[in-house]
Nanobody
Framework: QVQLVESGGGLVQAGGSLRLSCVVSIRTFSNYATAWFRQAPGKEREFVAAISWRGSTTAYADSVKGRFTISRDNVKNTRYLQMNSLKPEDTAVYYC???????????????WGQGTQVTVSS
């Protein structure tokens, strides 16, 4: 049983920052990767960033490299997505997801949070 709960979304102006949090609850611990995806209205869900369970490996979409940072706090079982220099095109519902593998494809992730809305105004 895996549960993920996102928080931290909101409305910000272009150029601003937000930090999203994802609390991960796993009944039986095993190696897994966590990732952030986002979906804007009328668009497909797209990969944003991922981190391995040890935190030794990270991956970012080209569109967010240099602006977003994914990190973890194993004590709190929380993953973070620090978003800086936000742009209007970053507006989307952001989802935290988990998988036992290592992949950036949303179809390979079997565990999802409910999502948190991020809106960036120009």
């Amino acid at each position: 049983q895996v549960q993920l709960v996102e928080s931290g979304g909101g409305l910000v102006q272009a150029g601003g920052s937000l930090r999203l949090s994802c609390v991960v609850s796993i009944r039986t611990f095993s190696n897994y990767a966590t990732a952030w995806f986002r979906q804007a209205p009328g668009k497909e869900r797209e990969f944003v960033a991922a981190i391995s369970w040890r935190g030794s490996t990270t991956a970012y979409a080209d569109s967010v490299k240099g602006r977003f940072t994914i990190s973890r706090d194993n004590v709190k079982n929380t993953r973070y997505l620090q978003m800086n220099s936000l742009k209007p095109e970053d507006t989307a519902v952001y989802y935290c997801a988990a998988t036992r593998g290592w992949t950036t494809s949303p179809t390979d992730y079997g565990y999802w949070g409910q999502g948190t809305q991020v809106t960036v105004s120009s």
